[in-house]
């Protein structure tokens, strides 16, 4: 696909995705949305991927959807919901590698919580986080019901996407919305330093771990011990496991491939 509306770059084994509407602080329209998707396919097959960051160009990360769009006649809201919203975010869980997401600003309704839904989010100390659905009467997609409630617990959900009040990125540290904060004029390069680390490490592994942690969120304690006994396994026949467990005993630093 010819991209136009992202930047899709591969360096040192991590792909960097760039929404690339700078003008409307790269809300999402239909056309950014399904490149959005190849890009996350591409980065789901090639194994020469082994780490993806997702950031915005220009001054915001993501306003979410496009209103200009999001009002035009041909616009059905569900469609948008389940074809640009729904695939984006299950994606994102489902690809067994890690997706490191870089907030350079500001980070609005669905962009919010797609940066809430990445493995690891660092965020610009100026950047704010605003569940803003609600300012426009819509309720918060994207996974917002289901990853909110699971990361901050029902008030503070509540609060956050009934009232659609603006968060710092220090706040959303403090709640476990995200990983890190980070100097504004460092982000990118932190982003990269921890994607292109990542990107050096057991990917199979990594990818197994996405699945448990994944897992865990629905099921009981019993159910889950036992998924990670087969996942366990799954590890163990790994090539990265074999490095590990031979540099650890030869007393070198361990070269994993991520297979
Ligand atoms: O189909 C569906 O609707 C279902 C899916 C829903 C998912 C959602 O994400 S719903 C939530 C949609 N997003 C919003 O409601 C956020 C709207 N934007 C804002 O509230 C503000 O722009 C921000 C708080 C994010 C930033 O404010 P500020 O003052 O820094 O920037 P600004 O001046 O408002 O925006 C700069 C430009 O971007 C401006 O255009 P202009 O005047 O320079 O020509 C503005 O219109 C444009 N822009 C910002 N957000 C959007 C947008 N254009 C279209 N859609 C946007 N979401």
Known sequence: MDYKLIKFEISNGVARITLNRPDVLNSFNKAM?????????????????RAVLLTGEGRGFCAGQDLEEAMSPDTKIEDVVRMTYNPMIL????????????????????????????????????????????????????????????????????????????????EALNLGLIYKVVDDEQLMEEAIALAERLAQMPTFGIGLTKRGLNHGLKVDLPTQLEFE???????????????????????????????
């Open 33 to 49: 949305g399904g490149e959005v998707q190849d890009a996350l396919d591409i980065c789901s097959s090639d194994n020469t991927i």
């Open 91 to 170: 994606k994102i869980r489902e690809i067994e590698k890690p997706v490191i997401c870089a907030v350079n600003g500001v980070a609005a309704g669905a962009g919010a919580n797609i940066a809430f839904g990445c493995d690891l989010t660092l965020a610009g100390s100026s950047v704010k986080f605003i569940q803003s659905f609600i300012k426009i009467g819509l309720i918060p997609d994207s996974g917002g019901t289901y990853i909110l409630p699971r990361l901050v617990g029902m008030q503070r959900a509540a609060a956050m996407t009934m009232l659609g009040d603006k968060m710092t990125a220090e």
């Open 229 to 259: 006994a087969g996942i366990q396994a799954e590890a163990a026949g790994s090539e990265d496991y074999k490095e590990g467990v031979n540099a650890f005993l030869e007393k070198r630093k361990a070269v994993f491939k991520g297979v």
